[in-house]
């Protein structure tokens, strides 16, 4: 059986002050998103963007992210 990973939430990013971390999650995302496309099409490797990964999946609602 496998150890369930621990989620951290990620630190505060001083762009977006609020409590509602919608905005913060959704920009994540998109520069996940944009950071894979781009390495992808340079033939670089994608680990650099999974930090960006890790953060929207911390922030988001887990029903956003589990597809």
């Given at each position: 059986?496998?150890?369930?990973?621990?989620?951290?939430?990620?630190?505060?990013?001083?762009?977006?002050?609020?409590?509602?971390?919608?905005?913060?999650?959704?920009?994540?995302?998109?520069?996940?998103?944009?950071?894979?496309?781009?390495?992808?099409?340079?033939?670089?490797?994608?680990?650099?963007?999974?930090?960006?990964?890790c953060?929207?999946?911390?922030?988001?609602?887990?029903?956003?992210?589990?597809?």
């Amino acid at each position: 059986m496998s150890r369930p990973r621990s989620r951290t939430t990620e630190l505060l990013d001083h762009c977006f002050p609020n409590q509602n971390q919608t905005k913060n999650c959704w920009q994540n995302f998109l520069d996940f998103q944009h950071c894979e496309d781009t390495t992808t099409e340079k033939g670089r490797d994608v680990s650099i963007c999974l930090w960006h990964k890790c953060v929207y999946k911390s922030l988001c609602p887990l029903f956003w992210v589990t597809a």
